[in-house]
């Protein structure tokens, strides 16, 4: 029986390698690898390190349970190798990708940002909207002397309110476009 301890001690300098790797880089905006050498079609480098121990266990599996025949051991250990190989050429290069052109989707916000800051805007225009309603009943109420800076207060507090408020419909926009075209 074979000793897979060194391969398994590779895969998992190689997962810390590839986690730190992809904190630092994100997420690519294409596939790393051909879907033939990884099946997960994965942007980050992680999910292909785990494939590649899965690929392993596979081979572990197979001839722990006497189920390995010769061809399936030469696939096996073939594509365990590749992806290995792949995923350390991957690392290495990551100076010189570094300089790389980045894709336009690099600099795009996860949706999910998007959502989050779309909840933010809609709460500051609930407050906005409530210190609207504040201002005008204050302008109302105020004795004439003081008519103008009431004025002026909600003036200022309406602003703020439009420009909220288009910048929420950007954000709803965005949202939308993102949806549709992924």
Known sequence: MKDFSHIRQLLETLSVQAANLDRQRGEHHLPLFDDILFHCHAKLLT???QETKSTLESLIREQDSKRLTQ???EYLTER??????AIQREISTTSVRSHEPKHASYYRKPISTLYQELAQHQEWERRLADMVQDKQYALDNAPFNEKQIAQSALLAVEQRLKRCQTAKTKLENQITYRERNQ
């Open 80 to 85: 365990l190798l590749a992806q290995i190989s």
């Open 47 to 49: 999910p292909c390190v």
């Open 71 to 73: 061809s399936r051991a």
